[in-house]
């Protein structure tokens, strides 16, 4: 079945570090896959998100990586700001309307 | 353009009763999925609705229901609650037209359900 796993459950950095999130994906028929973020309270929030056809994409701050060979993607921060404190969650989307969702890495961000 | 809207925001029930929650997409939007989320079980899809037809269904017991209306609004049901359907309840709206690549799914807020 699919699968989708977060490296670390959580992550601790010093404002304005780079933080790096990892995970891995297991249905090699993935095509479309999502970073969200969810604050305490909240639904989860769109960040950014990358097909199959690209191995990198960027917002504003944000980098999404994508490795198919090793089925692998990470999320990149640039310079984290206690604003972006939160948990973080990848998903894979092969079937419309259906996300599969990894376990969640929560990040906090020390002043 | 508003966001996806969830009601009621927070819902306390006994076992054995039923429980209706409201889910209203961003407008536009067509698809309309389902998710539970729990500390231990992480977000768990549970269905999906498209043109008022359920298109795709997670690993739920038939307890589980939902339902799309013709503006795309739709609601969830659980009937004969357990203690372990506590947990808050997300549903998540996308463009899906018909025939493209998966669409960005926007979340609402969610409903938090508290079963006694």
């Known amino acids: 079945g699919e699968s989708v796993g977060l490296h670390l459950p959580t992550l601790s950095v010093q404002e304005g570090d780079n933080s790096i999130i990892n995970c891995a994906y297991s249905?090699?028929?993935?095509?479309?896959f999502i970073w969200y973020k969810q604050e305490s309270g909240k639904g989860p929030q769109f960040i950014i998100d990358i097909r199959s056809n690209m191995d990198k994409r960027q917002g504003q701050r944000v980098t999404v990586l994508l490795n198919k060979t090793v089925k692998h993607l990470s999320l990149q921060i640039a310079a984290t700001q206690p604003g972006d404190s939160a948990v973080y969650f990848c998903?894979?989307?092969?079937?419309?309307?259906?996300?599969?969702f990894g376990d969640g890495t929560t990040l906090t961000v020390k002043p | 353009k508003a966001g996806v809207t969830q009601t009621p925001r927070y819902l306390i029930k006994t076992r054995g009763q039923q429980v209706t929650l409201s889910c209203s997409p961003i407008s536009g939007h067509r698809s309309v999925s389902w998710y539970q989320q729990t500390p231990g079980q992480g977000l768990q899809f549970l269905f999906e609705?498209?043109?008022?037809?359920?298109?795709n269904k997670g690993n739920f017991p038939g307890r589980f229901s939902g339902r799309q209306f013709s503006n795309s609004r739709s609601e969830m049901n659980v009937s004969t609650l357990e203690l372990g359907d506590s947990a808050l309840y997300l549903c998540a709206s996308s463009l899906e037209s018909t025939g493209g690549a998966a669409d960005t799914q926007y979340f609402g807020p969610g409903t938090r359900l508290t079963v006694l």
């Open positions: 998903a894979e989307n092969a079937n419309a309307g259906k996300s599969t």
């Open positions: 249905n090699s028929a993935s095509d479309y």
């Open positions: 609705y498209f043109s008022e037809t359920q298109r």
